[in-house]
């Protein structure tokens, strides 16, 4: 099967990144074997291919970190699914008998793999899962939208409830790109009034699409005195401009998976009282609790950035210089397309 595999990370020039022919997976116990149908790509994938993410497994290896599928195979004592299951494929693949998983935090299970970043990835026609690195999704439900949900959004929805929101919460939001843009959604629905900060004026018109209540540029923030923030960038400031955003005893929420934390006053944090706390990608029942979210109709999960490209289309988009979100198509059958 054709796959999108990653042979040598680094900067424009230096990446190397392939369409390769490699075996079909077949599925043993407790596997299921899921066709891709949408491979959602962003800034995690781009430091991946640029050589600076947190973990990175041996190449070549193939990538993709969050999508959804069509169940195809089931190995034996795989759960209840059943050919034809619409699936999303969670994006932190944990052991589920720890105690850190048990505790339900399996996010953070020290014997978590990543796909496309740990071992090979979404980005083939085909991936092989643990039966219970999957969450169904309604009968008919199209898969090609719900890529977007294991990671980008739900590493968003994991940061709100580690922040805490609720009915009259006032909340800033550093950096509106997509995981930012559904911290948005995702607050407002919960009540929040929200704020969005970002320096560029397209990424602020796409907060208040979102539905930000008011958007702000980066120089502007000291007033705001909200009561907790989220910061959804890798931008060297942010942290420090999420202390200055919020009230003595507020809260920060960082989700960005490589911030920088160079821009922050310490002694700022010290006599104002602020919580700050790290928010690692999400769990399965957050993955869940966002697919039933979708299925009521509550969660809407257009996002206006989203070009669609087929595999063959992928090395190249990913071998420029910054290239934009997008998603992939593996398996393009029409009918699987919305
Ligand atoms: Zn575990």
């Known amino acids: 099967m054709p796959a999108v595999r990653l042979h040598r990370a680094g900067p424009v020039g230096v990446r190397d990144l392939r369409v390769d022919e490699v075996p079909m997976p077949r599925p043993g116990p407790g596997e299921v074997l899921v066709e891709v149908v949408a491979v959602a790509i962003g800034s995690v994938d781009l430091t991946v291919v640029e050589g600076t993410a947190h973990r990175v497994g041996p190449t070549p290896m193939i990538l993709g970190r969050e999508g959804a599928g069509i169940v195809r195979e089931v190995g034996g004592q795989a759960g209840d699914w059943r050919e034809g299951d619409p699936v999303a494929l969670l994006a932190v693949r944990a052991c589920r008998r720890c105690p850190v998983c048990l505790a339900g935090r399996d996010n953070l299970c020290p014997r978590s793999q990543l796909p496309g970043m740990d071992h090979d990835g979404l980005l083939a026609t085909h991936v092989l899962a643990a039966d219970t690195d999957l969450v169904p999704l309604p009968s008919g439900s199209s898969p090609a939208r719900a890529a977007i949900v294991p990671d980008t959004v739900a590493s968003a929805y994991h940061a709100l409830k580690r922040v805490g929101v609720g009915e009259g ?170």
């Open 169 to 338: 919460v006032e909340l800033t939001v550093v950096g509106l790109g997509a995981v930012g843009c559904y911290a948005v959604k995702l607050a407002t629905l919960a009540g929040c009034r929200v704020v969005g900060v970002d320096p560029d004026p397209d990424a602020r018109r796409a907060g208040l699409d979102a539905g930000a209540d008011e958007v702000r540029d980066t120089g502007d923030v000291d007033d705001l005195g909200t009561d907790r923030a989220v910061v959804c960038t890798h931008e060297a400031s942010a942290i420090g401009l999420a202390v200055g955003a919020v009230r003595a005893g507020g809260r920060i929420a960082v989700v960005a998976s490589e911030p920088a934390l160079s821009a922050l006053s310490g002694a700022d944090l010290v006599a104002r009282e602020i919580d700050l706390i790290g928010s690692f990608a999400a769990t399965a029942s957050d993955v869940g609790e966002l697919v039933d979210l979708v299925d009521d109709g509550r969660l809407d999960l257009t996002h206006p950035a989203s070009a669609t490209l087929t595999l063959e289309e992928i090395p190249g988009h990913l071998a420029g210089a910054s290239p934009s979100r997008v998603v992939a198509t593996p398996s393009s059958t029409p009918a699987q397309r919305e």
